[in-house]
C-alpha cells in the first residue's frame, strides 16, 4: 500500500497545478477559524459576535465545522479527476502498465491517494473543531466535548466516497472538465427523478428513493446545522425540530457506492484497450 501511495504522491507533487490545489484544499479549513471571529455590526448600534452566540460549544462545533469544511472539497475533486486525465493525457497509465504495475494496482494506488488526503484532511478540521471549541464552548467536560465525534468519521467517509466517485467518473471520460461537468449533470438528473417520482407518486416515497442516490446520500452524512442552531436558541418552537444526528445506514450506503465506484473504474480500465 505505502509503495502505491508514495507513487501517486510523487506525480502529484511533480505537478505544479495539483500543488496549488492541495494546497488549497488544505488551508480552506482553517477559514472555519475566521468564522469564529467575524464580528457583525448591526446598524452601528451593536456588534454582533458569532463566537459569542454559543454555536461552538462542544458538541456541535463538531456539526457545524464539518459541515462547512466539506463545501470546499471540490478543488480536491479537481486534483482527483486531473488525475486520471493526466495520466491519459502523458500516456502514464501506459508506461505504469508496462513497468510491471497491474491494473487493479493502478486503481488502488488513486484510491489510497484519495483516501490519505481524506484523512489528513480530517485530521486537520477534527484540530480546528477542538481548539476552537476549547476556546469559546461553556462545557469542558470529557463526556461531552467527545461527544458527536461522529461527525469526524462522517466527514471522513463524505470525501472518500465524493472523491471516488470523481475518480469513477475521471476514468469514465478521461478528460478533467468532462468529469467535472458529469459530477454536475449526475447532480440534476438526481433532482429530476426526484421531482419526476414526487409528481408521480408522493414527496415522502420520493425523498426515501433520493435519499439512496450518490450525491444526495453523500449530503446526507452530515445535514445542515442551521436548524440545529435554532433550536437551541428558541427550544420552545416545536417545528424546528429535526433529525440531524449521524446514522449507521447512512454511512453503509455511501460505503455501498464508494465500493461500486472503485469496482466500477477498475472494470473501465480493465476492459478498456489501452
Known sequence: MLRLLNLELQKLLLNKTSKI?????????????LLSSLKINVFGFFTLELGELGIFNFPIIW?????FASQF????????????????SNKTIKQNL???????????????????????????????????????????EASI??????????????????????????MLVKRSAFALAFLFI???TEWIVFGLISWQSDVA??????????????????????QRIAMTK?????????????????????????AVFVFLSYRLLKNRDL
Open 21 to 33: 490545489l492541495i494546497f488549497i484544499s488544505f488551508v480552506l479549513p482553517f477559514f472555519v477559524i
Open 63 to 67: 456539526h457545524l465545522t464539518t459541515f
Open 73 to 88: 472539497k471540490f478543488f480536491f475533486a479537481i486534483v482527483v479527476v486531473s488525475m486520471i486525465g493526466n495520466e491519459y
Open 98 to 140: 508496462i513497468d510491471g504495475l497491474s491494473k487493479i494496482e493502478f486503481i488502488l494506488s488513486k484510491f489510497y491517494t484519495i483516501v490519505f488526503f481524506s484523512l489528513v484532511s480530517t485530521i486537520i478540521i477534527g484540530f480546528i473543531s477542538f481548539c476552537i471549541g476549547l476556546y469559546y464552548s461553556s462545557y469542558n
Open 145 to 170: 466535548i467527545f461527544s458527536e465525534i461522529e461527525f469526524l468519521f462522517a466527514y471522513l467517509l463524505k470525501l472518500i466516497g465524493f472523491f471516488s466517485l470523481c475518480l469513477f467518473l475521471g
Open 186 to 188: 449526475l447532480f440534476i
Open 205 to 226: 416515497l420520493a425523498g426515501t428513493i433520493q435519499d439512496f442516490f450518490p450525491l444526495k446520500s453523500m449530503y446526507n452524512l452530515i445535514d445542515q446545522p442551521f
Open 234 to 258: 428558541f427550544p420552545d418552537k416545536g417545528e424546528l425540530i429535526y433529525d440531524y444526528a449521524v446514522h449507521w445506514y447512512e454511512l453503509a450506503i455511501v460505503i455501498g457506492w464508494t
